[in-house]
């Protein structure tokens, strides 16, 4: 099969063509304007599948360093900023979950965990998806770092599952067998967690600050207590909807705990390299629920972690450098992250929230509510980044909110959910996104369409039950 699709290479370029040469908008700079203009043709052109995910964010690297818009007039300076998305610290943090679910696979040590959870959830493919929702679920009000959470602790063991029951990533028709039906499952889970709790995502904390400049005071406790109805609703109702739109192959496994228990018997003890994973992931685990209080960050924590399983040769040098989707990973990931800041930076994102100020600013709160959080949420697509999409929209759209009438807990609430579950629609949209994406088990296609239709099914949940359990609360 062809790498570049010739026809739909052209398409992408006659649209950034047409995007670079119609009329600058009032109050957009030129330079704000042609960045807009790469960054929408790249997201089309993966969309189209024009090329390699990896090729078409390296062709909009190079356009964005030749044209200059991030520096004009200082080729030196374009270069250097059109880099800056690999030196972000959460970019290394993807890319090193790869290698830290190499060591689970390496080991055995996942297939042992895979075994574990198969014989206590495993009769059915739906009981496997709520079993690891429940451990992301478990794990989120102590770890801000939901691509810590979700990339370095779940998705090994997810991977794992599925491999086990036949699902390979690199065998394309045994994909829809268990592993894409998991690997959707488990990062939406994920999504709904860090909706939960203040603590559930490293943008939450941003949205308190945020509301408390408005006068708007929200708690850890208050959080907890608006997200605990609508995210439980969401995480009994997720599974079995995608269960029902995206089916996998392999429904009953009734057997499964019988044949886990015997997989565990044949395994025997824990193996050396087992146990120095095992140490490995609690003190992984130890240091991403603690380290703040040392001021160890999670990416720190995580090239400990290699570095230790490097040291005791639980990985060589060769396993990390053959894994080809944490490196594929950084490198597309980077390029997004670099193109959605640097349109905040030129002003882009905030002439866009202008825009949306002056569209709502006559309606009735009644109205003015749904439109906000609907346009919040789906405005998602354009940002590669959760942190920077809450950094350029939350304040504005809940100053303009509560200015038209919407009680501001709710507004500032919902908000601040929506922060979280907007994740869904893209494989670009939240932290986790790129390290289950790159497992390979659910193709760009499948992932924007069920993404797409989760994502109404939990604006839905958040919105009206979220809505009438915060009326319930007396937050408004």
Not at 209 to 233: D, Q, Y
Not at 450 to 456: A, H, N, P, Q, S
Request: glycine share 10%.
């Amino acid at each position: 099969m062809k790498e570049i699709n010739i026809r739909n290479v052209a398409i992408t370029i006659a649209i950034a063509v047409l995007l670079w040469f119609i009329p600058v908008p009032k109050g957009v700079t030129e330079d704000a304007w042609h960045l807009f203009a790469i960054f929408a043709a790249t997201i089309l052109g993966i969309i189209l599948k024009a090329a390699p995910m990896g090729t078409m964010c390296m062709l909009a690297l190079g356009v964005t360093a030749l044209t200059q818009v991030l520096a004009p007039g200082d080729a030196g300076k374009s270069i250097t900023k059109a880099l800056t998305g690999f030196g972000d610290k959460v970019i290394w943090l993807i890319g090193i979950s790869f290698f830290i679910a190499r060591g689970f696979i390496k080991t055995g040590l996942g297939n042992r965990i895979a075994f574990l959870f198969i014989r206590i959830f495993g009769k059915s493919s739906l009981g496997l998806a709520y079993g690891l929702g429940l451990a992301d679920l478990c794990l989120a009000p102590a770890i801000p770092s939901n691509t810590a959470r979700g990339g370095g602790i779940i998705y090994p063991i997810m991977k794992s599952m599925a491999i086990n029951f036949g699902s390979l990533p690199d065998k394309e028709e045994t994909h829809r067998k268990l592993g894409s039906f998991l690997t959707l499952n488990s990062y939406y889970m994920n999504l709904i967690a860090s909706s939960m709790f203040l603590t559930g995502t490293a943008s939450n904390p941003m949205c308190q600050k945020f509301a408390a400049n408005l006068g708007i005071n929200i708690t850890w406790m208050s959080w907890a207590e608006a997200g605990f109805l609508p995210g439980l609703v969401a995480f009994f109702v997720v599974p079995f909807v995608l269960y029902k739109l995206y089916p996998p192959e392999l429904k009953k496994t009734e057997d499964a705990p019988k044949v886990a228990s015997q997989k565990l018997k044949e395994m025997g003890p824990i193996s050396k390299n087992e146990w120095l994973m095992l140490l490995a992931f609690f003190i992984l685990l130890g240091l991403w629920i603690f380290g703040g209080a040392l001021s160890i960050d999670a990416t720190t924590t995580a090239f400990m972690g290699l570095t230790l399983l490097l040291l005791t040769s639980v990985l060589t040098w060769e396993d990390v450098k053959s894994e080809k989707g944490a490196w594929d990973t950084i490198v597309w990931f980077a390029v997004l992250v670099m193109m959605a800041s640097s349109l905040n930076d030129l002003g882009f994102i905030g002439w866009f929230s202008g825009l949306i100020k002056t569209e709502i600013s006559g309606l009735s709160w009644q109205v003015a509510f749904p439109v906000i959080v609907i346009v919040y949420f789906f405005s998602h697509y354009i940002f590669a980044s959760a942190t920077a999409h809450v950094a350029a929209m939350y304040a504005a759209l809940l100053g303009v909110g509560v200015a038209v009438g919407v009680p501001p807990m709710l507004l500032a609430m919902m908000l601040g959910f929506v922060g979280s579950i907007y994740g869904v629609l893209t494989q670009y949209g939240h932290g986790p996104a790129p390290v289950f994406f790159g497992s390979g088990y659910v193709d760009l296609k499948a992932w924007w369409l069920r993404g797409l239709e989760i994502g109404v099914v939990l604006l839905i949940i958040y919105m009206v039950v979220g809505g009438l359990w915060m009326k319930v609360l007396g937050y408004y």
